[in-house]
């Protein structure tokens, strides 16, 4: 069960409770019959769903992992069904049939997202392209970001390529280190510092110094990254009663506020140290926050605003994402060590032991490319996508799906599906070797990019990021675990998808020349 309602014996100390309450109970009474009035007259009818009470409808028997708690409501309600969320009526789609008619029938109408207001307060109102509604504004951010940032020609320019080899090679060093001591190392902890790099400085090319150093603006995005994204995944009361948002009732969005206000004053100081060093050698620069600036000088409907937003887009949707589908990966193949190896076979036949890991391998490589899609396909980054918003009611799966509802897609679920996939729930990336699945969202028995107008932005990054990385911790290092024991792969859900408790393991020198670690 979930603990939303501890609030309420909170608020019970509260001057406010007795007026909250009764607003509450008065508006959502008159909701509750006029919803239920309207709903008996619609045909085709609403999804079916499990009962809720009045007024909370189904929240008090949320489980706090969806992914799960939803595919075990799938199997009683059916592929298309409803839950009300207080004030909100949802529905989840757990079929690829159901998922096509949404994402490729009626994709414009499909084509909002639902904006929790953790998210809006975290993105200046919601002016980035992850929660803009599908207007004007959104084409315009999403042009600029993939054809001027995230385009493969972009990221394979000689400087962008250079920087992410820099990046992984001074995690190998240190990796190295710890192999020659012995010791143990949080292997999502290091991912994370490499991608935070990668991200931050094809955004402002602001290379960190010394390691100290790194490490201490590392941990502040670390905290700031983990802090905004865990609020935009909880579920909050704002959210189901808007009637509410205004009381704060759990606190949600002061915490966000708090922390997107330490992300803008870093913000801040960055785009003005850019915007100091190119004071007569306007763009020179190089990296994409030049790019942002010089697009916000030449259109008069991008703001200051629009440019940090889609900071925060890049960031916060370029790390963790790919971050965690290295470390599921890393986990995955710990415990089978058999797959591990002929990873390693195809990479040493491919790259050599007497090589390193360049990007030029990595479309060399089928079987680590398998990998990854089989790591997307078990523990896809964003299991329920991002909620979509429908503009127009429609009819989906022979149910009613009025507009403004909440639609979840279970991509966690229909990528398990027992009819599609043998024995679903193994590890086993040969079922991507001779199959034509790719990340391109057409087929909707596997899409862990999403799908139509709102597929991620930034496959490309991701994938060259994910291989380049993965390959290199593979090629470089055997890793170990206590004898005998196996890796934890119990899954945390939020808004992305995370290993419950991280992975720790122990790097053992793979190659023989002392150089390869340099
Ligand atoms: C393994 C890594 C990644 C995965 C699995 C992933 C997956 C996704 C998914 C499932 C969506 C939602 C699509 C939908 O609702 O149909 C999305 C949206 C998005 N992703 Fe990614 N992503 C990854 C990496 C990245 C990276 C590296 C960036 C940028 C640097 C990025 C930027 C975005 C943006 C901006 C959106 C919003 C697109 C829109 O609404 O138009 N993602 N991603």
């Not at 075990?72 to 757990?94: D, E, M, N, R």
């Not at 329920?384 to 009613?400: D, F, K, Q």
């Amino acid at each position: 069960m979930t603990d939303i309602f501890t609030f309420f014996t909170i608020q019970n100390r509260n001057d406010h409770f007795d007026f909250v309450l009764a607003t509450i109970v008065i508006s959502s009474v008159f909701w509750y019959i006029w919803v239920y009035v309207k709903s008996k007259r619609l045909f085709p009818p609403l999804p079916p769903g499990p009962r809720g009470l009045p007024i909370v409808g189904n929240l008090p028997f949320l489980h706090p992992e969806l992914h799960t708690y939803f595919h075990s409501l799938a199997q009683k309600h059916g592929p298309v069904f409803k839950l009300w969320l207080g004030a909100k009526l949802t529905i989840v789609i757990t079929s690829s049939e159901a998922t096509r008619d949404i994402l490729r029938t009626n994709d414009v109408i499909f084509a909002n997202d639902d904006v929790p207001v953790a998210g809006s307060l975290s993105t200046y109102g919601g002016v980035d392209i992850v929660w803009s509604p599908y207007g004007p504004e959104w084409p315009m951010l999403r042009k600029i970001c993939i054809n001027k940032m995230l385009s493969n020609a972009t990221l394979d320019s000689n400087s962008f390529s250079a920087l992410r080899r820099q990046e992984t090679r001074r995690t190998v060093r240190y990796l190295a280190d710890r192999a020659r001591a012995g010791l143990a190392v949080n292997v999502g902890e290091q991912i994370f510092v490499t991608i935070l790099n990668v991200v931050t400085q094809m955004l402002w090319g602001e290379t960190v110094a010394d390691d100290e150093e790194r490490e201490k603006v590392g941990a502040e995005f670390l905290e700031l990254i983990t802090e905004i994204i865990d609020v935009v995944g909880k579920p909050n009361v704002s959210d189901f009663f808007p009637v509410l948002s205004r009381f704060d009732l759990q606190g949600l969005a002061k915490r966000v506020r708090r922390s997107a206000q330490r992300m803008d004053r870093m913000f801040d100081r960055i785009i003005s140290q850019r915007m100091g060093m190119d004071k007569g050698s306007k763009g020179n620069g190089g990296d994409f926050l030049m790019v942002l600036l010089n697009a916000k000088d030449e259109d008069e409907n991008m703001s200051m605003n629009h440019v940090k937003a889609l900071l925060m887009d890049m960031v916060l949707g370029g790390t963790d994402t790919s971050l965690n589908t290295i470390e599921f990966a890393m986990a995955e193949l710990i415990n089978k060590l058999e797959i591990m190896k002929r990873a390693q076979q195809e990479l040493d036949k491919v790259v050599g032991k007497n090589n390193i890991v360049e990007e030029k391998h990595i479309t060399k490589l089928p079987y680590i490319l398998s990998i990854m899609k089989e790591t997307l396909r078990l523990h896809p980054a964003l299991p329920l996508l991002i909620p979509r918003c429908p503009s127009e009611t429609t009819v989906i799966g022979g149910y009613t799906i009025p507009n403004d509802s909440k639609v979840f897609i279970n991509v966690w679920a229909i990528h398990r599906n027992p009819n599609v996939w043998e024995n679903p729930l193994e590890f086993n990336p040969d079922r991507f070797l001779d199959k034509g699945y790719d990340f391109s969202g057409n087929d909707y028995s596997y899409f862990p990019f999403g799908s139509g107008r709102r597929i991620c932005a930034g496959m490309a990054m991701a994938e060259k990021v994910v291989l380049y990385n993965l390959a290199t911790l593979l090629h470089s290092f055997d890793w170990r675990i206590g004898e005998g024991e196996k890796v934890e792969l119990e899954e945390k859900f939020g808004i992305l998808l995370k290993l419950k408790n991280p992975l720790v393991a122990t790097p053992v020198l793979r190659l023989s020349d002392p150089n390869l670690f340099l």
